[in-house]
């Protein structure tokens, strides 16, 4: 799923392309994309628009009138920037924002299509498509520590929750807790005062970076890689392969549909997380650290 760097990236790439231009008219394959019916979506042709901006995972296209579209990209959905009037003629298409300059196209590869696509009138019904989390590259200290301990939750589950924070998603907070150096698994309200300061630095320094560094990827490009697993990236993704900091395998817990990753000797003092699945399995003979994981290899 694109989070918050990746949104930002397609929130750049549209802003120097559609931001003062006039949205003609937008197609439309899967009608089951549209989740609302007031105002129609084609208030939405030939306004202008006024700016593109990111709210949590979504990219928000700004028109006149305070007409807003609303697009989630949910976990498959990705965007593409192509001749203007282009078909939509591609399996995963869903549809196309025709503006004079070109055209954006909506597509959602699988079968389960989640991607969605909202039009509202007016701040106050945009904002409440938001599920209230803060945006952590605005929060200061103080109101990261507030939101992060409000409940007492894993931070695997806290950073990922939108409702606490605004654009974190299952890639990035294996990131941000590895930069921290804490477990996945921990809670919240355990964490004293240094970890949190820790953890609000780390969250803060990875989202900018990877930002920063998918900016400059795209460079002048539309950008056509988003995905959840990226070269560079500490432990996402990185299942069994070395540890950057320190070279021991990235371990993994899997639950339902998603997994977290992380490395056991820089996040839990050496000791393994139970998977659900496998320590299950394993019952007495799952081993609770990694030198004993090693010692079996």
């Known amino acids: 799923m694109p989070e918050l760097p990746d949104v930002d990236v397609y929130v750049a790439a549209l802003d120097h392309r559609v931001t003062g231009v006039t ?3 937008v197609r439309l394959k899967s009608p089951f994309l ?8 084609t208030t939405a042709d030939g306004k202008r628009v006024v700016a593109v901006r ?10 006149d009138d305070e007409i ?9 959905g990705r965007l593409h920037w192509t001749p203007k009037g282009t078909k939509l003629g591609a399996k995963f298409a869903l549809a196309a924002f025709d503006f004079t300059t070109g055209s954006l196209t909506l597509t959602e590869a699988g079968t389960k299509k989640r991607a969605s696509l909202h039009v509202v009138r007016g701040e106050t019904e945009l904002t409440a498509l938001s599920r209230g989390g803060i945006e952590p590259l605005h ?47 921990q809670l919240t309200r355990n964490l004293d005062d240094v970890e949190v300061g820790r953890l609000f630095v780390a969250t803060r320094e ?27 990236m500490a432990v ?3 299942y069994k392969q070395p ?6 395998p990235v371990q993994r817990i899997v639950y339902a549909a998603n997994e977290a990753n992380y490395c056991a000797t820089c996040q839990t003092g050496g000791k393994l997380l139970a998977d659900r699945a496998r320590s299950r399995l394993l019952g007495k003979d799952w081993p609770k650290t990694l030198e004993e994981l090693e010692g079996r290899a």
């Open 68 to 76: 807003f579209l609303a697009i989630h990209l949910m976990i498959a």
């Open 243 to 248: 540890c950057p900091a320190c070279g021991s």
């Open 23 to 25: 949205l003609e008219t």
């Open 206 to 232: 990875t989202l900018l970076a990877w930002r920063d560094r998918l900016l400059a990827d795209a460079g002048d490009r539309f950008p056509e890689n988003v995905t959840a697993f990226r070269a560079g």
């Open 236 to 238: 996402h993704g990185r």
């Open 139 to 185: 929060a200061t200290l103080e109101s990261f520590g507030v939101a992060l301990t409000r409940e007492n939750r894993t931070l695997k589950r806290a950073l990922t929750d939108p409702a606490i924070f605004s654009g974190i998603g299952n890639a990035y907070s294996d990131e941000i807790l590895h930069a921290a150096k804490l477990s996945p698994t």
């Open 34 to 41: 549209l989740r609302t019916v007031a105002p129609p979506l």
């Open 54 to 63: 990111r709210l949590g995972k979504r990219v928000v296209i700004a028109l």
